[in-house]
């Protein structure tokens, strides 16, 4: 099965596709604008990472509590509440300006981002109720592609507009993105039977943490899809320019470059190597995934062959992101779907910001070259997990 076929096959999978590009491009839209606009208050480094974490921590905080208000109302009603959500806090970041306000930046990003995560885990337990098996992992591909595409050309064209137009023009054009995102999915309709629950939001947060505690593989393959956060490198990138590259090229072109080569990696490599994965041979994926970091650490010392090594890293993460993450869709019982994807989505997340700390701790003593290498060997451990978790499955 082909990307075309399953989304001329199934008419929804395309207009939820289609959502989640205009909705995914506008989340990183928004991103140039608020840290351009940062720079412009003269905000300190630690102003600057805080606002980083918000965008990061309402995945954490959030998942028990949107994990049971999934399972518990209709789909559409909760994606529509939080698609305007999303637009409202857009709106509302017209309104800051100046770093006195920054407290006020930080709860419009904590809702907006919680807002998104929701919705995103929302439409991530909704896609086995409609396809399943390749088609399923085919799915999950199709939207992992649209974020990376999102996140290249999204933060590429804002940055442009941002440096043409200026930030307020920005953030309105980001605004209409929601509203077309909005408009398309009033137009979009659900004819798939979903289980709904009378049950209290507590009990449902308490039975969803007793069901992962009691299925084992599904605990097991939580933790196989987190290592995908091995691979977010966004620190590492950010400390290369700043330490390697800035006497070869300016530091944000170095950044945007190596993120850019990176997210085209993870968009076309399942066009390649999608159908060839299976349970057999997801063991030598990871180890690959492996190599290609290692490699990425040993060609580090020129800005040019890094890039080429970069690619590489990216190639493999979207089809281990996407296997791993049907497989999880595929052993959950409907009624649980919401809560354990946004549990799962909490792990990965934890798992994003401990490599992130890993990799800003462990600089201060070791060469970047070594502290990547780490990483690398860190999918050979994952490989040998999945060769022992395999037999289960």
């Known amino acids: 099965m082909t990307y075309s076929e399953l989304l001329k096959n199934n008419p929804l999978i395309a207009k939820l596709s289609l959502l989640q590009f205009i909705a995914y491009f506008g989340a990183w839209f928004s991103n140039v604008a608020i840290y351009t606009m940062l720079v412009n208050f003269g905000s300190s480094a630690l102003a600057i990472s805080i606002v980083t974490a918000m965008h990061l921590l309402p995945a954490v905080v959030i998942a028990p509590l949107s994990g049971a208000i999934i399972d518990r109302f209709r789909v559409k009603s909760l994606m529509m509440v939080l698609l305007l959500s999303e637009l409202c806090m857009t709106l509302l970041f017209l309104t800051i300006d100046s770093k006195d306000e920054l407290w006020i930046l930080l709860i419009l990003i904590f809702i907006r981002m919680g807002s998104s995560s929701m919705f995103f885990s929302t439409e991530m337990s909704l896609l086995p109720k ?17 974020w990376s595409f999102t996140y290249a050309a999204g933060m590429a064209v ?14 309105l054009i980001d605004v209409m993105f929601f509203v077309v995102a909005i408009i398309l999915f009033l137009n979009i309709e659900f004819k798939v039977d979903i289980i709904h629950t009378k049950e209290k939001i507590s009990s449902m947060i308490k039975d969803g943490f007793l069901y992962i505690k009691n299925n084992k593989l599904v605990l097991h393959l939580l933790f196989l899809h987190a290592s995908v956060g091995l691979t977010s490198f966004d620190t590492l990138v950010t400390l290369l320019a700043k330490n390697e590259y800035k006497y070869v090229i300016a530091v944000p072109l170095s950044i945007g470059i190596t993120n850019a080569v990176r997210a085209f990696a993870l968009m076309i490599g399942p066009l390649f190597i999608t159908n060839r994965v299976n349970k057999d041979n997801l063991f030598y994926i990871f180890i690959f995934q492996g190599i290609a970091i290692i490699f990425w650490g040993f060609l580090q010392f020129n800005f040019y062959f890094a890039l080429f090594a970069v690619f590489l890293t990216g190639f493999l993460t979207t089809t281990i992101w996407s296997y791993t993450y049907a497989l999880i869709q595929e052993k959950v019982e409907d009624k649980y779907l919401g809560r354990v994807i ?43 997990y999945y060769k022992w978790l395999k037999k289960f499955l």
Do not use: C, P
């Open 342 to 384: 946004s549990y799962n989505d909490m792990i990965f997340m934890l798992s994003n910001i401990i490599t992130t700390f890993f990799i800003g701790i462990m600089a201060g003593f070791i060469s970047l070259e070594f502290v990547t290498a780490f990483l690398g060997i860190g999918f050979f451990l994952v490989a040998i």
């Open 130 to 146: 409609l396809v399943r098996g390749k088609a399923l992992q085919k799915a999950n591909e199709i939207h992992s592609i649209i």
């Open 158 to 171: 804002s940055g442009i507009v941002v440096n043409s137009y200026g930030i307020k023009t920005s953030i």
